[in-house]
């Protein structure tokens, strides 16, 4: 069930499944809380799992059109705040990783753990600037126009393999609910976001996890990282792309629940 809490006069609606240690999980771009629903599933027998929908995105409200990347961290530690969550591991794919990193950045005390997939640190941080603008422009000139016109285009970029037209269609819906006053501040401030100087700062256990396939996010991408996070343990999912939840939920669960079991053992 789609809960809302008012986080700094911005309505946040998110979904919480299940009880235990709190494992926070924060979308992509083109996306909102949906994107989970089969972590939401898998991993609630052993974390109470909190999916978020971004400013802007699902059931969330507007940000303003200057909101950046520090603004959405703030979102981010102000959800936890309302909903009581102490020290949750903090997840993301694709912008949501990028988002994780920002979080650490600003609020370095509130995550237990991050978990980083298909992760860039800012593309700012991992893009040369020719394929920066080469992203931002399409994707602005995208927003612009009804979705009908531009989802289809994204999807090979999204998957390495098959995918049952059942996860596929869910994807596509979750684009076609996109909206430019959600879509527009997220893709300036991913685009200016340079993370590499939070990298080496970071002391939490984190888990780098890529698909060996992904022509978004490489794993170039995914070597820098773990190179520059002391932290850092590297997984690869084989033949998997960049919405790796999605196309591989039951190898990309496994991944995590490991990474989280270990690290739920050693805090307690």
Not at 133 to 149: C, F, H, N, W, Y
Not at 181 to 190: K, V
Not at 237 to 248: F, K, Q, R, T, W
Request: charged residues 20%; aromatic residues 8%.
């Amino acid at each position: 069930m789609v809960e809302q809490v008012d986080v700094d006069g911005l309505t946040i609606a998110y979904e919480r499944a299940g009880d235990g240690p709190p494992l926070m999980l924060l979308h992509g771009g083109f996306s909102d809380h949906r994107a989970w629903r089969r972590q939401l599933e898998s991993l609630s027998d052993a974390w109470s799992v909190v999916a978020w929908d971004a400013p802007g995105c699902g059931g969330s409200s507007d940000p303003p059109a200057t909101f950046g990347l520090g603004d959405y961290a703030d979102c981010v530690a102000g959800l936890a705040a309302a909903l009581g969550l102490e020290r949750p591991h903090l997840g993301g794919l694709s912008f949501g990783a990028g988002l994780a990193l920002a979080v650490y950045e600003r609020h370095p005390q509130l995550p237990c753990s991050l978990v980083l997939a298909g992760a860039y640190a800012g593309w700012g941080g991992s893009l040369t600037p020719e394929e920066v603008e080469a992203r931002l422009s399409r994707a602005v000139a995208d927003a612009e126009k009804p979705p009908e016109q531009w989802v289809e285009s994204y999807l090979p970029t999204f998957f390495a393999g098959e995918v049952a037209q059942a996860d596929v269609d869910e994807v596509v819906a979750m684009m076609l609910d996109t909206r430019p006053a959600g879509m527009l501040p997220m893709l300036h401030a991913f685009a200016e976001a340079d993370l590499r100087p939070t990298l080496p700062r970071i002391a939490v256990p984190t888990l780098l996890l890529y698909g060996e396939a992904d022509v978004r996010s490489s794993l170039a991408v995914a070597g820098e990282l773990h190179a520059a996070i002391p932290t850092s343990q590297l997984a690869v999912l084989p033949g998997v792309g960049h919405a790796s939840n999605v196309e591989a939920p039951e190898a990309f669960d496994a991944q995590v629940r490991r990474f989280l079991l270990d690290v739920d053992a050693t805090a307690g």
